[in-house]
Nanobody
């Protein structure tokens, strides 16, 4: 069983930075592609960033150049560094793990991910 616990959310001002962390328990962390998704009330959960088993990364256009995803396989953690935050980044952020066959694949569909954390709230004031 894989469990994910997010931390690091909070209330910040526009232009500030924030780092989200995801601690993953369970075996074979290195065999999962990891993703960060975000969701606002009334909207579908959307892909923000992902990292493959090999460490390649992918970002939504809305966060490209501002967010950085990283993973530490020795510590079973995934982080999302968020810079230049804007009110449009306000959402609940979820960490997710996907068991995929490809070493370089980064799924962007939420339904591909089997394991999810409870989420952490990020609020950005203008």
């Amino acid at each position: 069983q894989v469990q994910l616990v997010e931390s690091g959310g909070g209330l910040v001002q526009a232009g500030d930075s924030l780092t989200l962390s995801c601690a993953v328990s369970g075996r074979r962390f290195g065999s999962y592609a990891m993703g960060w998704f975000r969701q606002t009330p009334g909207k579908e959960r959307e892909f923000a960033a992902g990292i493959s088993q090999s460490g390649t990364t992918s970002y939504a256009d809305s966060v490209k150049g501002r967010f950085t995803i990283s993973r530490d396989n020795a510590k079973n953690t995934v982080k999302l560094q968020m810079n230049s935050l804007s009110p449009e980044d306000t959402a609940r952020y979820y960490c997710a793990a996907a068991a995929v066959a490809s070493f370089t694949l980064i799924p962007q569909r939420a339904r591909t991910y089997s394991y999810w954390g409870q989420g952490t709230q990020v609020a950005v004031s203008s």
